[in-house]
């Protein structure tokens, strides 16, 4: 189905809606144009704990996984202090391939030693 309105229309419309994450998620029911620009309002910030940064890598890989093109903000978190942080060296060549455009990326609690 095509939508009525042109996407530049509708992108200003959405972009109105920022704050109202219930508008935000009925537009990306519309189309698939909608979704890729209501997405950008509803994941703006990514924060993944570090036991966990290699799922997230997996779904990132997924073929159909596109919400990373939405985030401006990526964290990444270690909140146990029993790790130490030879895993970043190990993630970061995927995160910066995926997340080139992030305007911010912190690395929060990690341990460096």
């Not at 519309?30 to 997230?56: A, C, G, Y």
């Not at 942080?85 to 455009?101: D, E, I, Q, Y």
Request: hydrophobic share 45%; glycine share 2%.
């Amino acid at each position: 189905m095509r939508s009525i309105l042109p996407i530049e229309v509708a992108e200003i419309i959405i972009d109105h809606l920022h704050n109202d994450p219930r508008s935000l998620r009925a537009c990306t029911l519309v189309s698939k144009q909608w979704l890729l620009t209501s997405r950008f309002h509803l994941i703006p910030r990514l924060r993944v704990q570090e036991n966990f940064v290699d799922s997230f890598l997996e779904l990132l890989e997924s073929p159909h996984s596109q919400f990373a093109r939405s985030a401006r903000v990526l964290e990444i978190v270690n909140l146990s202090t029993g790790h130490n942080s030879a895993w970043v060296n190990r993630v970061m060549p995927s995160l910066v391939k995926r997340f080139g455009h992030v305007t911010s990326f912190n690395l929060s609690y990690v341990k460096w030693g």
